[in-house]
């Protein structure tokens, strides 16, 4: 062993180092192993794995007793810059492995539920062995690298760190249960990582963590604000239905957790009296917070205004369009580990952080456990995924104490049962318990529109006769399947009528959503042709809606937007079938069982058992694991998963096309996006910056994108980041991005 080696083998280890004013102020690497135990004993310890918690936080930095990491935390950091004659290790030195590697050899084929644990806690949970390309590391290829292990153990290992007694192997829900039960095991393990090295690097920054108000003080918040509602609003049937609702909520409330559902139509006060049930659940079962999962950002941002004024910074808002001017310092510190009393989330990133590998998606993990979970729209859940989605939303409620509220106008078929010959049987969610007693009843109370439906639901009518018909009328919103179908029918209609698509950047999206709002409220005038971006939690009320032929659950949508307050007698609602077909896919999926549904059915297309029959035939027509994550995660004999393949394969969102900033400019003044290009250009992204920007962005098929590159309208302001050019027009104040020519249709790229 050379001189620097022995000196470094007897002197304490270190885990960080950092400078304050003159002095370096040192970490011990024991003294964090210890905390780091404690913390994720304490994170584990509420779904009955504390044991688990505590070795993955004493070994899973054992690498770093290595001579080769000591003197890499030495020389790089600057704390003895004497070391630097050292010869050292290119870049970082792995640390990670050494503590897979013992778990593995000490415990066997059990300890490798640490293994994955200790190897992943800085890249992320490993596959077990490499099958696909663009997955890192293998797990058994690490494993297999025993020298690594061997250095560490050359150092000043504590001796008692080694040992410790294997905890009972029992994981929650058994073999299907496995994979989720490591990911919640790694959540606690990065979690308290996390926790204890911010609590010694930025001691300022950790104490601005928790310190939140009570589930009871947040009640009384919320009563005071429902009194205050509920005194000010008028005397209407709607208003007295929607009183009874949240009623009913509060009285079931008391019931043994699980899963419930909330059937009420569109206008019915669903959010509130949802939450109302959240918080009273909640207080009764000494569950510890409430998070609000939402199928769309609009929606998302809409309802955490509604808890946030009633909540205050109790409230924390997660999801990729989240803009940074309303976040605070420490609801940024609590989206990192929803560490709140009250999380309004999407569905993508709820689900997907419970198929992640990363850490900083899985970190948030734990603090589900014992946690009421309102799945807002529920009949949104992807198909693609809906049989690992079931899966988890089970175990979830059965062995972490999750209490699952699905809450929606149309509730989709999830219980359990058999399906077409030679498909596998759903499973799904059983014994779920209907707030609303009798739903046929409310949904009859509430009936606020007739539904007329074309003398043929084949047949397609041309753009000009539907365009002539929406013209007669004096206030209409026209919902459309696509962003082409949108600009066709604008453009046959009268100047002054509102178009609405995804070619609109959010803030443009915003701006023009807020402006009909008020032009409704005040009696005034106003045609809006729309894709079905307005269809789920834009609340807007028109006498008369027009909706192209879609999934009954979008033409129930669509008639959520018609006489919503009940101030007609009856909305009319007219479904027409479009000169195109929708794309194919699951939207054209959906019409067709809509056509098969509705072609034999009598009395309103909305009556609930249309629903419940539509949603049978959907779900029978798809694949509902369609990328295999069943596969992936359930384990050999090896304890073998895939996770990193599973969670690369499970995204909610297949974003095709290219993303690129527009110059949306809402008024003469507003120079907005230029100063915030100007810094990019000059700066590079920052997670404030590119935060900003996402109101700006706009997502173009990859043929439109190449022919706006070839005409030289968009620039790469950074690499991988494109912008319209400065001085271009391509982007329209009433249309969005305007481009001369279409894309080619979906069906006539087939062969």
Known sequence: MADGDRDLSVRKAIAHVRLEGDDWQVHGLQDHLSAVARLAQNHAAVFGSADWGAVAGRWHDLGKYSVEFQQYIRNASGYEPEQAHVETTSGRVDHSTAGAVHADQRWGIHGRVLAYLIAGHHAGLPDWEKLESGTGGSLKERLANKALLKKALAGDVPKNLLGAEQPAFNPPGGKAGFALWVRMLFSCLVDADFLDTEAFMDGDRAGARGGYPSLEALRECFDTQMAALTAGAPDTQVNRLRAEILHLCREKASHRPGLFSLTVPTGGGKTLSGMAFALDHAIVHGKRRVIHVIPYTSITEQTAKVFRDIFGEAVIEHHSNLDPDRETARSRLAAENWDAPIVVTTSVQFFESLFAARASRCRKLHNIVDSVVILDEAQLLPPEFLQPILDALNLLVAHYGVTVLLSTATQPMLESRGRRPGEKPLRGLDDVKEIIPDPNALYAALERVRVHLPESLIQPRNWDDLAGEIA????????????????????????????????????????????????????????????????????????????????????????????????????????????????????????????????????????????????????????????????????????????????????????????????????????????????????????????????????????????????????????????????????????????????????????
Not at 680 to 707: A, C, I, T
């Open 472 to 751: 007669a009328h004096a206030s209409v919103l026209a919902i459309v399947n696509t962003r082409r179908q949108a600009r066709e029918l604008h453009w046959r209609l009268h100047e002054g009528t509102v178009h609405l698509s995804a070619l609109m950047c959010g803030r443009h999206r915003s701006a023009v959503i807020n402006e009909v709002k008020r032009k409704l409220a005040a009696g005034e005038q106003v045609r809006v042709v729309s894709t079905q971006l307005v269809e789920a939690g834009v609340d807007l009320d028109f006498p008369v809606v027009y909706r192209a032929l879609a999934g009954l659950d979008s033409i129930a949508q669509a008639a959520g937007r018609c006489n919503r307050e009940g101030r007609l007698e009856r909305g009319e609602v007219f479904i027409f079938v479009p000169p195109e077909a929708p794309p194919p896919g699951l939207m054209r999926r959906a019409a067709h069982k809509m056509v098969s549904v509705l072609a034999d059915a009598d009395g309103s297309p909305l009556a609930r058992e249309n629903f419940q029959q539509f949603f049978r035939m959907f779900y029978d027509d798809c694949d509902l694991d369609k990328h295999g994550i069943e596969r992936l995660l359930t384990p050999s004999g090896e304890l073998a998963c895939q996770f990193r393949s599973a969670a690369r394969h499970f995204r909610l969102i297949d974003q095709q096309g290219e993303s690129l900033l527009v110059r949306y400019y809402a008024g003469e003044d507003d120079d907005e996006i230029d100063i915030l290009l100007g810094r990019l250009r000059q700066d590079g992204p920052s997670r404030w910056l590119m935060r900003k920007l996402q109101g700006y962005s706009v997502n173009v098929s990859e043929w439109h994108f190449k022919q706006l590159q070839q005409d030289s309208q968009i620039e790469e302001v950074r690499p991988g980041i494109w912008a319209q050019m400065a001085g271009t027009t391509i982007y329209d104040l009433v249309l969005g991005l305007a481009f001369d020519s279409e894309a080619p249709k979906a069906e006539d790229l087939l062969v």
